[in-house]
């Protein structure tokens, strides 16, 4: 069916006399397979259940600010980037639209804030963003950028208050922003302390995460006054936060470097879990900040943290600092990695009970490796490397478990190997205080200790690795057994003796290798041959005379005791000059 459509057709394009007189259209029609067209050439677009779909590239703007192609450029304004009308229909909305600069040279906050508040995907390409103020984040937003050459330079004007640089508000849950750097700045710009949030210092950090089930993914941070990205929720305007706010925070792929230089003390982390829950940490990366990573104390701060390396780690003179602290329990952490910190690599303070950690690298720290003040505490797989590096030898602890302040229970270290490779450490373990401690450190390799404990009480049990392999895998230990005449007579003479025996948990294996009777006196009944512990219960034992007749030999250890009773199969006594016996048997101890 062919319809005359030029005039309603124009009227539902909104095309205006002006595009109408620039070229005359023919007659149009719509053709049965639901195409617009015009002529063999000139296609529109289809009808689709009544509502016209306008093919793109048919399609002609005119008027201020377009060449009229959408496939030209489009005229750009006083702070825009000439761009295709193309283009910009097939990408996400981008920040540049909203009149952000991607050359630095004009102030985009107000831009960046724009886009961030539309509620639509939004994108920013590479280039510099200048950022004099904060971009407060209030809505959810769904923001990526081009990676690390998407730089948003904060620029707030030398001497004043700092400010975050970003702030995603707790009305804004469910934000993702992604793929861009943040450079904060606070080395050269000398901020003075911010008065936000009662001025409480945490406000201080370059990004502040506020919001519920918010996702920062592949973000970079340089420079922050305090910390590169602060995990916090303010109650109000005021210096009071909301403990265990924000939920289910998600922090991906994150780099930071010399973040807290403004801070003083100087505590700025990469990244700092302040009241956050239920959230996750994976892949950090900082170099040179006051900590890589704090989950700090009072505010609920919780979640499960794996993948963290810290290198060079900075030591405020006053406050030290840690590659990683841990102010609060119920956590998980895997997989830390610290390198030549300046101070101490990790720290459990007291309010972190009931923490879990696994596979910890700590290499050439300046101080002391590790610090325990956090009863309830289970560690696997952790290794310290030099601790005291640059300092006299012998000068600095491997690990220091405080019982100062508190007590100390249920440490268990499974798994701890002090090294020196490039210095040695003063003591392996070594107990600060004399307060009650309680827990073991099982599978220890302390030879990178001058001393490998010190202060240690009878409550605390150190498992060296080379027993605890011994017992594990059941080695073989030789042991000499006892003969003694069991029924009738006595033995008058000499009889050697080998034997080896074997635990493994509670099963004790017992190889007789030769009981070699030379001279039997007068022992003419069974002999009891003496074991290395005592059976639990009855167990029998099988064996043979191997020299002279070659019979065979049963026996029975008696439980609760440690005697293994043997004679021939038909009763008679197997205390026969000459006869070497051997057998084996396996029983549980007690």
Same mark, same amino acid.
């Given at each position: 069916?062919?319809?005359?459509?030029?005039?309603?057709?124009?009227?539902?394009?909104?095309?205006?006399?002006?595009?109408?007189?620039?070229?005359?259209?023919?007659?149009?029609?719509?053709?049965?397979?639901?195409?617009?067209?015009?002529?063999?050439?000139?296609?529109?677009?289809?009808?689709?259940?009544?509502?016209?779909?306008?093919?793109?590239?048919?399609?002609?703007?005119?008027?201020?600010?377009?060449?009229?192609?959408?496939?030209?450029?489009?005229?750009?304004?006083?702070?825009?980037?000439?761009?295709?009308?193309?283009?910009?229909?097939?990408?996400?909305?981008?920040?540049?639209?909203?009149?952000?600069?991607?050359?630095?040279?004009?102030? =985009?906050?107000?831009?960046?804030?724009?886009?961030?508040?539309?509620?639509?995907?939004?994108?920013?390409?590479?280039?510099?963003?200048?950022?004099?103020?904060?971009?407060?984040?209030?809505?959810?937003?769904? $923001?990526?950028?081009?990676?690390?050459?998407?730089?948003?330079?904060?620029?707030?004007?030398?001497?004043?208050?700092?400010?975050?640089?970003?702030?995603?508000?707790? +009305?804004?849950?469910?934000?993702?922003?992604?793929?861009?750097?943040?450079?904060?700045?606070?080395?050269?710009? $000398?901020?003075?302390?911010?008065?936000?949030?009662?001025?409480?210092?945490?406000?201080?950090?370059?990004?502040?995460? @506020?919001?519920?089930?918010?996702?920062?993914?592949?973000?970079?941070?340089?420079?922050?006054?305090?910390?590169?990205?602060?995990? &916090?929720?303010?109650?109000?305007?005021? $210096?009071?936060?909301?403990?265990?706010?924000?939920?289910?925070?998600?922090?991906?792929?994150?780099?930071?470097?010399?973040?807290?230089?403004?801070?003083?003390?100087?505590?700025?982390?990469?990244?700092?879990?302040? +009241?956050?829950?239920?959230?996750?940490?994976?892949?950090?990366?900082?170099?040179?900040?006051?900590?890589?990573?704090?989950?700090?104390?009072?505010?609920?701060? @919780?979640?499960? $943290?794996?993948?963290?390396?810290?290198?060079?780690?900075?030591?405020?003179?006053?406050?030290?600092?840690?590659?990683?602290?841990?102010?609060?329990?119920?956590?998980?952490?895997?997989?830390?990695?610290?390198?030549?910190?300046?101070?101490?690599?990790?720290?459990?303070?007291?309010?972190?009970?009931?923490?879990?950690?696994?596979?910890?690298?700590?290499?050439?720290?300046?101080?002391?490796?590790? @610090?325990?003040?956090?009863?309830?505490?289970?560690?696997?797989?952790?290794?310290?490397?030099?601790?005291?590096?640059?300092?006299?030898?012998?000068?600095?602890?491997?690990?220091?478990?405080?019982?100062?302040?508190?007590?100390? =229970?249920?440490?268990?270290?499974?798994?701890?190997?002090?090294?020196?490779?490039?210095?040695?450490?003063?003591?392996?373990?070594?107990?600060?205080?004399?307060?009650?401690?309680?827990?073991?450190?099982?599978?220890?390799?302390?030879?990178?200790?001058?001393?490998?404990?010190?202060?240690?009480?009878?409550?605390?049990?150190?498992?060296?690795?080379?027993?605890?392999?011994?017992?594990?895998?059941?080695?073989?230990?030789?042991?000499?057994?006892? &003969?003694?005449?069991?029924?009738?007579?006595?033995?008058?003479?000499?009889?050697?003796?080998?034997?080896?025996?074997?635990?493994?948990?509670?099963?004790?294996?017992?190889?007789?290798?030769?009981? =070699?009777?030379?001279?039997?006196?007068?022992?003419?009944?069974?002999?009891?041959?003496?074991?290395?512990?005592?059976?639990?219960?009855?167990?029998?034992?099988?064996?043979?005379?191997?020299?002279?007749?070659?019979?065979?030999?049963?026996? &029975?250890?008696?439980?609760?005791?440690?005697?293994? @009773?043997?004679?021939?199969?038909?009763?008679?006594?197997?205390?026969?000059?000459?006869?070497?016996?051997?057998?084996?048997?396996?029983?549980?101890?007690?």
């Amino acid at each position: 069916m062919i319809k005359s459509i030029l005039l309603p057709l124009a009227a539902a394009l909104g095309l205006h006399s002006v595009a109408i007189a620039h070229e005359a259209l023919p007659p149009g029609e719509i053709r049965t397979n639901g195409d617009i067209a015009f002529d063999k050439e000139l296609k529109l677009g289809k009808l689709e259940s009544n509502k016209i779909a306008i093919t793109p590239d048919a399609l002609q703007i005119f008027g201020s600010g377009s060449t009229g192609d959408i496939r030209a450029k489009s005229t750009p304004g006083a702070t825009g980037t000439s761009r295709r009308l193309q283009d910009r229909f097939a990408e996400r909305p981008s920040v540049i639209d909203y009149g952000a600069d991607p050359t630095g040279a004009a102030d =985009s906050t107000a831009a960046f804030t724009a886009a961030l508040a539309s509620e639509s995907p939004v994108s920013a390409p590479c280039g510099t963003f200048r950022i004099d103020s904060t971009v407060e984040v209030t809505k959810r937003a769904d $923001f990526r950028g081009a990676g690390t050459c998407t730089l948003l330079r904060f620029e707030l004007p030398t001497g004043l208050p700092v400010l975050p640089a970003i702030d995603i508000k707790s +009305t804004a849950a469910g934000s993702s922003l992604q793929s861009f750097r943040v450079d904060h700045q606070a080395h050269v710009r $000398f901020y003075k302390p911010n008065t936000i949030y009662g001025g409480n210092t945490i406000a201080s950090s370059a990004i502040l995460v @506020q919001s519920d089930d918010t996702s920062l993914s592949q973000v970079t941070v340089d420079n922050a006054y305090d910390n590169g990205i602060a995990v &916090v929720r303010f109650a109000g305007k005021g $210096f009071e936060f909301t403990p265990g706010s924000p939920k289910r925070y998600s922090l991906k792929t994150i780099r930071t470097s010399y973040c807290g230089v403004g801070s003083t003390p100087k505590a700025g982390a990469g990244i700092d879990v302040g +009241t956050g829950s239920y959230g996750t940490v994976d892949d950090l990366v900082d170099i040179g900040s006051y900590g890589a990573f704090i989950l700090d104390v009072g505010g609920g701060g @919780q979640g499960a $943290f794996s993948n963290m390396t810290g290198i060079s780690t900075k030591a405020d003179p006053n406050y030290h600092s840690y590659t990683f602290y841990v102010g609060s329990g119920n956590s998980t952490f895997t997989n830390l990695y610290s390198q030549e910190a300046e101070h101490s690599a990790l720290w459990l303070d007291g309010f972190a009970g009931r923490t879990t950690m696994s596979n910890i690298i700590i290499k050439a720290p300046k101080s002391v490796g590790v @610090q325990i003040k956090a009863g309830d505490t289970t560690i696997s797989n952790l290794i310290v490397n030099s601790a005291g590096y640059t300092r006299s030898p012998g000068s600095v602890d491997a690990v220091q478990l405080d019982s100062t302040a508190n007590k100390l =229970s249920n440490v268990l270290i499974n798994g701890l190997s002090v090294q020196n490779e490039f210095s040695t450490a003063r003591y392996g373990i070594n107990r600060l205080g004399s307060g009650p401690l309680t827990g073991a450190v099982v599978n220890a390799t302390l030879s990178g200790a001058a001393t490998a404990t010190n202060n240690l009480p009878d409550t605390f049990a150190v498992v060296d690795g080379a027993v605890l392999s011994s017992v594990l895998t059941g080695a073989w230990t030789s042991y000499t057994p006892t &003969v003694a005449c069991a029924t009738r007579g006595q033995f008058l003479a000499k009889v050697a003796t080998a034997a080896q025996f074997r635990r493994v948990g509670k099963t004790v294996s017992v190889n007789l290798s030769a009981i =070699s009777i030379m001279d039997r006196g007068t022992c003419t009944g069974a002999i009891n041959v003496s074991l290395p512990s005592n059976a639990a219960t009855r167990t029998t034992f099988s064996g043979q005379e191997t020299s002279v007749s070659g019979v065979a030999l049963v026996g &029975v250890i008696f439980e609760e005791t440690s005697n293994l @009773q043997i004679k021939h199969t038909d009763g008679t006594t197997p205390a026969v000059n000459g006869y070497v016996l051997t057998g084996r048997t396996e029983y549980q101890a007690q």
